[in-house]
């Protein structure tokens, strides 16, 4: 538990350094460093014009999620939909308001290798409290809280 807490607080260090705690940081996709952006891009977002940036929870929450993902599949995937922000994932057709991606815990994945045994790779690790297909070839996952 104590590392648990003492990540949550460098996760907040980092993230109050790099923006001077403001809310969005300066606009500059790198301020968040440990994350890559990929985890909060939106093409939803850009074409719609909404703000996509992740809250500071979202950002500990998306380190845990990228730290998850990588044990399984190490950088064999692609993000296709990660963080959403509550106007974003309303603009996001069959997004549910309880969404895990509301607060950086979910993400639907594009992986380089057979869906199905991902799915079961991702099932069998025990890192994920929600694991999905979709018939497009993507693959969801959740951590949780």
Avoid: C, K
């Avoid at 300066?26 to 460093?33: I, M, N, S, W």
């Avoid at 998306?62 to 994932?89: D, H, I, K, P």
């Avoid at 594009?110 to 993507?138: I, Q, W």
């Amino acid at each position: 538990m104590d590392e648990l807490l003492g990540l949550a607080a460098l996760a907040l260090l980092l993230w109050a350094v790099a923006g001077q705690g403001e809310d969005r940081p300066g606009g500059d996709v790198t301020a968040y460093p440990l994350v890559d952006p990929s985890w909060w891009a939106s093409a939803t977002a850009d074409r719609l014009g909404l703000d996509n940036y992740p809250t500071p929870e979202a950002f500990f929450n998306l380190l845990r999620l990228q730290a998850a993902v990588e044990t399984v599949f190490g950088r064999a995937y692609r993000v296709t939909s990660g963080y959403r922000s509550a106007e974003v994932n309303a603009a996001v057709p069959g997004s549910a308001h309880t969404s895990y991606h509301l607060r950086g815990l979910a993400a639907d994945l594009a992986v380089d290798m057979d869906l199905e045994s991902a799915a079961s790779m991702a099932r069998d690790s025990g890192l994920f409290v929600e694991v999905l297909t979709y018939g497009d070839g993507h693959l969801h996952v959740a951590i949780g809280a």
